[in-house]
């Protein structure tokens, strides 16, 4: 059975830095997509940054210049540096990792105050 744990959300002020950690456990095979997600009360999930085979990264306008996502497909790990942040990067962030399917983490709380 596949687990993703994700570590590192908490509480930070404006301007600060977290760091995003995503672990999973089990066999995942043909890793071929690992991203972060985040969700706010009331609306969708949203795409913030991703990593794909080969290396190649992707990001929301809205991050890009402040995040960096990296991410070890044979460790089955993938994190995100989150830089100068804001407080409308408060959320709950999901890590996904999509081989064969796609699996979601349980979700940790950013929160940045103002």
């Known amino acids: 059975q596949v687990q993703l744990v994700e570590s590192g959300g908490g509480l930070v002020q404006a301007g600060g830095s977290l760091r995003l950690s995503c672990a999973a456990s089990?066999?995942?095979?043909?890793?071929?997509?690992m991203g972060w997600y985040r969700q706010t009360p009331g609306k969708q999930r949203e795409f913030v940054a991703s990593?794909?085979?080969?290396?190649?990264?992707n990001y929301a306008d809205s991050v890009k210049g402040r995040f960096t996502i990296s991410g070890d497909s044979a460790k089955k790990t993938v994190s995100l540096q989150m830089n100068n942040l804001k407080p409308e990067d408060t959320a709950v962030y999901y890590c996904?990792?999509?081989?064969?399917?796609?699996?979601w983490g349980q979700g940790t709380q950013v929160t940045v105050s103002s």
């Open positions: 996904s990792v999509t081989g064969i399917q796609t699996y």
């Open positions: 990593i794909i085979r080969g290396g190649r990264t």
């Open positions: 089990g066999s995942i095979f043909s890793i071929n997509f």
